[in-house]
DNA sequence: TGACACCTTCTACCGGAGTAGTAGAATTAA
DNA sequence: TTAATTCTACTACTCCGGTAGAAGGTGTCA
């Protein structure tokens, strides 16, 4: 199982602020957060140790400051948490994720028809290569 | 913000079994667990006080042994959790959560033809009432 | 009535997330 | 040269999920 990365909600954010912005230090990090979370400098510091002990970022140095950037790509991310979520949630069952984000949000009408769109898309491209 | 429940791995494998069976008693839940999760006794019974204590489950005795049923609603954990989820994940947005599942998982032909029947039923279901 | 089986309760421990203070190095300003 | 600023490194602490051993209560059955 590589590649499969859970990350909560700090690291979340952190993450999509590297992701943003290519590369960040510390000080830009909580920056970009600011508003939303007013945290200490040193708690995006420890965070950001801690993201790269798991190997889901790196730094370099650059003068007195580190440059961070994102070692993963939000693709990874957002697969391995969506995934986990209809398997914890619906036990894998896609179409009843579907369901109920289906009736449980209103939907407008125009993303109704996207949707439809989109699966007719899909539809086209699902050969029989099961 | 009232009933929303944000539920861990096993605190949600737990009330699974719950909804399932109405009421069950602590060896009744690690019966049901077993072969997934092989836990002691104890860890059960703990996170049924734990859930307890968070409000989610009661108890009633029965003999010697304790009988658990389940307080709250798996609408309203999966609504909370696929909610959050979204939120954190594509910023609140639906459709983007929808494009990811479509594109992301190898959703079958005929899953494809339920949705879409899926979406039209909704259609007719949206009027103007915005 | 004693031995055993079954249950809950209490307590504890580990690890990760989140939060931040303090120390010390380095760079800049006065 | 000294003082202020700005970084990282180290440390610590709280909360919670998960896991389970030890202890104590209660019922059962020979």
Known sequence: MAG???L???????MQVLWRSKEATVAEVREALAGDRDLAHTTIATMLVKLER???VDHRAEGRA???????????VKSTMVTDLVERLFGG???????????????????????KALISRKEKETHDDV
């Open 8 to 14: 909560a909600t700090l690291q979340l954010a952190i």
């Open 93 to 115: 069952n896609l179409t009843a994720m579907m369901t109920h984000l289906l009736d449980e949000s209103d939907v407008t009408r125009e993303e109704l028809s996207r949707l």
């Open 66 to 76: 580190y440059i961070y950037r994102a070692l993963i790509e939000p693709q990874q």
């Open 54 to 56: 798991k190997g889901v």
């Open 4 to 6: 499969t990365h859970q």
